[in-house]
């Protein structure tokens, strides 16, 4: 895999077109229904985009957790409300796919989702790791799927956003982009929000419009507080209106926003390929706090706790005070970090290029999990019922525990 300064995500990631999205699933193209009402994508009401509980249904863990979209909740904050394994860690099963897996697995009732460079979205058993069924989807898969009611919308670099039905693995919608699909999409209140690399920013679905940059877009969305957040290639980051496009507020830093963006009381945090770390007030875009120094920032922050946590292509995991930035802990993984860090039950998640995947107490930064499995380059570790879910660049899914 080649470095990507010099180039937008083609092979590692390139975004979706234009288009007007009239039917989800179950809707026909005349039909003008959304995709749900006042949900995020794991079915539980949200009406501020902020993480929900789902408290119904009893069963096994591994079964009734779940991690509906790529930062787990619409505001990107990348904290699950299950438990990730701690210890030596050992893996449970691996599957083999054609091509390197970039994307971030989703896990929903029992069923881990995850695209591939061969092609194909897949769905593999959580618990045992057997192939319940592959979608070929026409070209390279980067995009992590959001599952919402039983339906995961996923985009391909064939020029298609798809709605795919999870317990079939059959197609219930497909919709012509005319430009390939790379960026995640995010599902709040009925709607899908995805950034663009012809520089736009889409709501399909229950609210529909289209919001042009200057760049194109290829982090996902944050979706909180009526507002959508995104970066974009043109060193902006800029707020829109949840319900109609209407630009906010713009903040212009000058090196590329390409790190996922996430919200939390107020803030808006994101970094830039110059290594800078932002946050932003959510209201005008007036800067709260930036943290100078380390290298490339493409991994999205997680936000837990009053703490940020962010890697860099230094190497470094780094905690900070989400009200003042100060420096909490800092930890060298060892390996430049692409993932975004996840947080499930106080610890937090993350890997690096040199195939390291790792657990840090939130509080302490002290190392709680550790273990060694192939490249990992944009794919986050996905925890759930006690187990960690992660793609790696020799094309392989794998369960760890």
């Not at 701690?86 to 029992?110: A, F, H, M, N, Q």
Request: glycine share 14%.
């Amino acid at each position: 895999m080649t470095d990507r300064s010099a180039r937008t995500r083609r092979g590692l990631l390139r975004g979706v077109g234009t288009l007007a999205l009239v039917g989800l699933a179950g809707c026909s193209e005349d039909d003008e229904e959304p995709p749900a009402d006042d949900t995020d994508a794991d079915g539980v009401e949200d009406d501020d985009g902020d993480e929900a509980e789902d408290d119904s249904g009893d069963g096994d863990e591994d079964t009734t957790e779940s991690w509906p979209m790529f930062r787990f909740d619409a505001a990107n904050t990348g904290v699950g409300d299950g438990s990730g394994p701690t210890g030596d860690g050992s893996e449970l099963w691996t599957v083999e796919t054609g091509g390197s897996v970039y994307g971030s697995p989703t896990v929903v009732d029992g069923v881990v989702l995850v695209g591939s460079y061969d092609d194909s979205l897949y769905a593999v058993d959580a618990a045992e790791g057997e192939v319940l069924w592959e979608l070929d989807l026409g070209d390279d898969v980067f995009s992590s799927p959001a599952v919402l009611d039983g339906f995961a919308y996923v985009g391909s670099f064939d020029e298609s956003l798809y709605v795919v039905d999870v317990e079939t693995g059959e197609i219930e919608n497909q919709r012509s982009l005319d430009a390939e699909v790379g960026a995640s999409p995010t599902i709040s209140e009925g709607t899908i929000y995805l950034g663009t690399d012809v520089g736009e920013v889409l709501a399909l679905g229950a609210t529909e419009w289209t919001a042009e940059t200057e760049g194109p877009v290829v982090a996902t969305p944050a979706v909180a507080e009526g507002r959508v957040f995104v970066g974009s290639f043109d060193g902006v980051l800029s707020a829109h209106d949840a319900d109609d496009g209407e630009t906010l507020w713009e903040f212009e830093e000058g090196s590329t926003f390409e790190a996922t963006p996430a919200v939390s009381d107020g803030l808006v945090y994101a970094g830039t390929r110059d290594g800078t770390f932002y946050a932003l007030d959510t209201e005008d875009g007036g800067m709260a706090w930036g943290v100078e120094g380390g290298d490339w920032t493409a991994s999205g922050p997680a936000v837990f706790d009053g703490t940020v946590y962010v890697g860099n292509d230094n190497g470094a995991l780094a905690a900070f005070d989400a009200a003042d930035g100060s420096q909490v802990w800092t930890v060298d993984t060892g390996g430049r970090v692409w993932s975004s860090p996840t947080v499930a039950d106080g610890v937090v998640y993350a890997a690096n290029r040199d195939g390291s995947v790792f657990g840090l107490d939130a509080e302490s930064g002290d190392e709680v999990y550790s273990a060694e499995i192939g490249e990992v380059a944009f794919s986050s570790p996905t925890p759930v019922g006690s187990r960690l879910y992660v793609g790696t660049a020799d094309g392989s899914i794998h369960a760890l525990e």
